[in-house]
């Protein structure tokens, strides 16, 4: 140990990563559970009373989940069809769902059996919803109209006919039992009060509709479509307030938290992204497995649970801090028994010296191999899976030790055709971070010299080299453009 320095491994700061209130709120959530589902899952909603079980729509059924089970608790199956948008009512008791047959349908939880089948629609009905008053349903359907439906007698009170197009979404007021939303695939959101003939507002969203959000208070209403999302004020006739385009692909999914203080949003693209409702700027972000077509979150947030196009249902629920056991008191001892124990009482003084015992540091796996001058050990070392795909830094750290003793040359040489490739996929996923590129680079070159006599005889590693050299002549490129705008 005597006269050997430990690598020191620099601490690069994470680019493009702010440690906030935000990051740590939306990171405090356990690994996900993931259920395979029958389909795509179309629609998530949890029930809004405690055990706050959530339903889960998916192909031709909707099934219901506790807040920690992997199996349905409960399943509605009794739809001909594709069935869509399982929603609860504000008790927690009911359950509307539309279908690809045009039918509405009313359950109760506690049953099987549909105790009201509303008909009317002449196509897929893909939003449904409760008004606040719990004696009404709204539709909205694949035939351009939407309906009020009154549960008590099953029929029909109003229907609307005014948008051109699929009416995929909508939401009803919370504050006001006869006011709705509807989205529609011609591009426009309408906003319906059931006691008029007309919608009351209308407002060009530009893109095809897939999700709209009324906010609790009703002064804001939040559209998605596109790549947009799209934020409206009510109180001042629909005027819009903010356009977002932080996704790349069709956003199909709105939700906020429980505070109303975040906005969620989820698109094809995998992302689900967290907005602040103070001035919309993207605060977190979460990535997925793939594309995202619904979303939902707990009460206090309590779980986040995504649906994809695969099937697969995401569920994230929230850690808990762990309570801190209350230790016992410790036992008096008897007040002679510092007589034991030289000095225990002792207070120190300011000039007193302190000489502490020397602490013994533990070399890690690679120190020991470079101490002993195995540095083609060492680099082994350092290129196990667990260190390459997570602690990159350590890996270069110990590359540019080699380097430093002039041995990297060494290293590199005599590797075999696997010990090659991961050096290689090593090279192409860091060589042009620019934290990294000065010391990979050389690595890149030393590798050039060492295995272009053997190019031509594994297939793995020549589309690696010639990925690598792609990498470093884009790299190239758009240094020489940079320095073409700076210098002008």
Same mark, same amino acid.
């Given at each position: 140990m005597a006269g050997y320095k430990p690598v020191a491994i620099p601490a690069f700061p994470k680019l493009s990563e702010k440690i906030t209130p935000d990051t740590l709120y939306w990171k405090r959530y356990k690994t996900p559970v993931q259920i395979k589902e029958f389909g795509a899952v179309t629609k998530i909603d949890f029930s809004p009373v405690q055990p706050c079980n959530y339903a889960v729509t998916a192909s031709t059924r909707i099934h219901i989940y506790g807040q920690y089970s992997q199996e349905p608790i409960k399943t509605f199956s009794r739809f001909k069809d594709t069935a869509y948008c399982g929603t609860y009512r504000d008790d927690g008791r009911l359950l509307a769902a539309g279908c690809e047959d045009s039918i509405v349908q009313l359950f109760d939880i506690s049953g099987k059996a549909a105790l009201r089948q509303f008909q009317g629609h002449s196509k897929a009905v893909h939003f449904v919803d409760f008004t606040s008053d719990k004696y009404r349903i709204v539709s909205g359907s694949d035939d351009c109209t939407s309906k009020v439906w009154d549960i008590p007698n099953g029929t029909e009170i109003v229907a609307y006919k005014e948008h051109t197009d699929y009416v995929r979404c909508g939401c009803t007021s919370k504050l006001n039992d006869n006011l709705f939303v509807t989205g529609s695939y011609d591009h426009t959101v309408k906003v319906f009060d059931a006691r008029t003939e007309k919608s009351v507002l209308?407002?060009?969203? /530009? $893109?095809?509709?897939? #999700?709209?959000? +009324?906010?609790?208070?009703?002064?804001?209403?939040?559209?998605?479509?596109?790549?947009? &999302?799209?934020?409206?004020?009510?109180?001042?006739?629909?005027?819009?307030?903010?356009?977002?385009?932080?996704?790349?692909?069709?956003?199909?999914?709105?939700?906020?938290?429980?505070? /109303? $203080?975040?906005?969620? #949003?989820?698109? +094809?693209?995998?992302?689900?992204?967290?907005?602040?409702?103070?001035?919309?700027?993207? &605060?977190?972000?979460?990535?997925?497995?793939?594309?995202?077509?619904?979303?939902?979150?707990?009460?206090?947030?309590?779980?986040?649970?995504?649906?994809?196009?695969?099937?697969?249902?995401n569920i994230k629920h929230r850690k808990h801090e762990e309570k801190k056991l209350i230790q016992p008191a410790p036992r008096k001892k008897h007040p002679r028994s510092r007589v034991f124990v030289r000095g225990k009482d002792y207070m120190p003084k300011q000039d007193d010296l302190l000489v502490s015992k020397p602490v013994r540091e533990h070399l890690k796996k690679y120190d020991k191999l470079l101490k002993g001058f195995q540095v083609s050990k060492a680099l082994d070392a350092v290129m196990e899976l667990h260190i390459r795909m997570h602690k990159p830094e350590i890996t270069v750290a110990v590359m540019h030790e080699i380097n430093r003793r002039g041995t990297l040359k060494n290293a590199l040489a005599g590797r075999d055709e696997k010990q090659l490739s991961f050096l290689l996929s090593f090279l192409i996923r860091h060589v042009v971070e620019p934290r990294f590129a000065p010391i990979l680079v050389n690595v890149a070159e030393q590798i050039i010299d060492i295995y272009s006599p053997v190019l031509g005889q594994s297939s793995i590693i020549d589309k690696q080299f010639i990925k690598l050299q792609d990498l470093i002549e884009k790299e190239i490129g758009y240094q020489e453009e940079l320095l073409e705008v700076c210098w002008g």
């Open positions: 209308s407002m060009e969203h /530009g $893109q095809p509709v897939e #999700s709209v959000l +009324l906010f609790p208070s009703g002064g804001l209403l939040v559209s998605a479509g596109g790549r947009y &999302v799209k934020v409206w004020d009510m109180l001042k006739g629909g005027q819009l307030l903010v356009s977002l385009r932080n996704h790349h692909k069709t956003v199909t999914s709105l939700c906020l938290s429980s505070s /109303g $203080q975040r906005l969620l #949003s989820g698109s +094809l693209d995998r992302h689900v992204k967290v907005y602040s409702t103070m001035n919309y700027k993207v &605060v977190h972000s979460f990535d997925y497995a793939a594309s995202i077509l619904s979303l939902a979150l707990a009460p206090d947030d309590e779980m986040i649970v995504v649906g994809m196009t695969n099937g697969v249902l």
